[in-house]
């Protein structure tokens, strides 16, 4: 296994070795979730979020993915003030990234 | 200090809230007014029931506008913390060591059910107050299992390990290291004074093994019963040896507020029982990191004292909490999870992690208070020269003995005597006398007070 430690706002996606995840931060959790639906592995990253940040909607066929599942898939994580700190495999290759996900663009009631 | 206004001014914003936070601010301000948290005579605090906070301080921010991380030097962080501390300790039994400071009146009245309820009704929203920059600094997502979790807090234990003390340094570094070491033991002295109080509320019930494997841990450091053995007792000795009294809360007025957010961040997930796993990922990391840091603390008071000073209280750390941190792994968190499942290592770690920032947060206040004690000769020569150029917001006049309890500014500023003399005191270790015409630089968030020494003071602030 491996650490691997980044500055949290220098990246919003990436991938250990074929698999692709999203970040989804809110005031009070970090979490990296898997960027496939469940359903026919749509792009959940494009997906969103529901107020309460509940579920994020799929922009494919439209189910509702509740987050508490994603994150059972999601990468173990450290946030600690600007910097996260991931475990994954030591043979993984990592890659970040950032490009425009709606999902970061809307309010989030929830943070409130 | 215009008690009466004070008072008539949060009546008026009592009565202009809702009903539900002011009549928590009223509880707020009942609670805060009792004799035991007001005005002392003193900086020192020879009863363990005398705990002032500045009572005319309250501020209904308290109650619904937390800071953020970066704005820890606020005064209503330090209240808060105080207020905190305050309400935790009457949960725990403290007797004065003097004979002629027990007082029956004080013991039933620090404790009277009136003052206790006031105090846990104010308690979440103060908890939320002190700690919610914590949970937004601190966020652990994601599907953590067993070896993830080891492999990542191993890889933080190994680099506390082989990372220089920056907190010897700090100290051997200091203009006057002895007097930075006893301000360090003064920060510890909350703690270690009443050491593992807060792991007393989690030994009680009933979850089956782990009840008796965190016994275990319990019983090393109350010292299994033999008072000698107690790691309070041991640090009792320590403190006298190095010139300091050992009796708890003596020095509640010099302690900052990030020392006291150590102490009461493991009451908060001690006396709130949902957050148990918390706890136990700070038990985890206080024990296992001690074993390592404990080595360099227990160097530096040796050196800086000449071997005058017993580091066994130090050294008993470093050779037991190698067995603690050991045992918070496989006898409680591995068991644990084996019983629970994973799904409880994101709270575990949440603990380790919330403690580890906590620490660091200390230690760095710790370093900054070493230096402004350090600099308050220089920081005096820099008021003269912003005197001149400055015009104070406020004046203030006050009477012989007026003693303005212990307190820290949110942003640097020019302290200057107009009339009288003023003692002005930074540390038990560190006061001056300030006389008409002279001033000094207070920085942002450092701990100071001051006493009135002439028939009267005038004296000015302004912001730098």
């Not at chain 1, 650490?3 to 220098?10: D, F, S």
């Not at chain 1, 809110?26 to 959940?44: E, V």
């Not at chain 2, 006057?176 to 070491?181: F, G, T, V």
Request: proline residues 5%.
């Amino acid at each position: 296994m491996k650490i691997v430690i980044h500055p949290v706002n220098a990246f919003n996606m990436l991938s250990v070795s074929d698999k692709t995840y999203f970040v989804n931060q809110t005031a009070y959790a970090t979490q990296i979730l898997p960027t496939t639906c469940p359903h026919r592995q749509g792009p959940l990253h494009f997906g969103k979020l529901s107020d309460d940040g509940v579920v994020i909607v799929c922009p494919w066929h439209e189910n509702k993915i509740q987050v508490c599942n994603l994150e059972k898939k999601a990468l173990p994580s450290v946030k600690t003030g600007d910097t996260l700190h991931v475990v994954t495999p030591d043979e993984a290759t990592i890659r970040m990234w950032r490009e425009y996900l709606p999902i970061e663009s809307r309010e989030r009631s929830h943070e409130a | 200090m215009q008690t009466d206004n004070f008072a008539a001014v949060l009546e008026e914003n009592t009565l202009s809230l809702n009903s539900d936070m002011g009549h928590s601010f009223h509880n707020l301000q009942k609670y805060a007014q009792s004799r035991f948290f007001g005005q002392p005579k003193t900086f020192y605090c020879e009863s363990p029931f005398y705990r002032p906070v500045r009572p005319q301080d309250i501020d209904i921010c308290l109650l619904g506008n937390p800071l953020s991380d970066a704005e820890l030097a606020h005064p209503n962080y330090l209240m808060a913390q105080r207020l905190l501390l305050n309400i935790y300790e009457q949960d725990l039994v403290f007797l004065p060591n003097a004979a002629k400071q027990f007082k029956m009146a004080d013991l039933k009245e620090f404790y009277a059910p009136e003052l206790v309820a006031q105090g846990r009704s104010v308690r979440p929203p103060l908890e939320k107050f002190a700690f919610d920059w914590l949970e937004k600094k601190v966020h652990v997502g994601g599907a953590w299992k067993l070896d993830a979790f080891t492999f990542y807090t191993n890889q933080v234990l190994s680099d506390i390990e082989g990372s220089d003390s920056t907190l010897y340094k700090k100290l051997t570094g200091s203009a006057d290291p002895r007097r930075a070491a006893q301000f360090f033991l003064i920060q510890c002295a909350g703690d270690f004074l009443a050491e593992a109080s807060a792991m007393g509320r989690n030994v009680l019930g009933n979850f089956g093994p782990h009840t008796s494997e965190l016994f275990k841990i319990f019983i090393d450091e109350y010292g299994y019963g033999v008072h000698e053995k107690k790691h309070s007792t041991i640090f009792e000795q320590m403190m006298k040896q190095a010139g300091l009294s050992a009796d708890i809360h003596y020095y509640w007025q010099f302690y900052t507020a990030s020392s006291i957010a150590l102490i009461n961040y493991f009451h908060y997930v001690s006396a709130n029982h949902g957050s148990f796993f918390r706890y136990i990922g700070a038990l985890y990391y206080t024990e296992a990191s001690l074993a390592f840091t404990t080595k360099a603390q227990s160097q530096a008071i040796r050196d800086i004292f000449n071997g005058e000073v017993s580091t066994r209280y130090f050294d008993e750390h470093t050779h037991i909490d190698v067995h603690h941190g050991r045992m918070a792994l496989e006898k409680l968190i591995i068991p644990m999870v084996e019983q629970y499942g994973e799904a409880i290592l994101p709270e575990i770690l949440r603990g380790f992690e919330e403690f580890r920032v906590l620490q660091s947060v200390a230690d760095d206040d710790l370093y900054a208070h070493i230096a402004w004690h350090d600099q308050l000769d220089q920081l005096k020569q820099e008021a003269a020269g912003l005197k001149a150029r400055s015009v104070p917001d406020m004046f203030f006049t006050e009477p012989m003995g007026e003693l303005s309890v212990t307190h820290c500014h949110p942003v640097d500023e020019l302290f200057c005597v107009e009339e009288g003399q003023v003692e002005f005191i930074a540390s038990p270790m560190q006061s001056i006398v300030l006389s008409a015409g002279d001033g000094i630089v207070i920085r942002a968030g450092m701990l100071h007070g001051s006493k009135v020494l002439s028939d009267q003071c005038k004296y000015s602030v302004s912001g730098v």
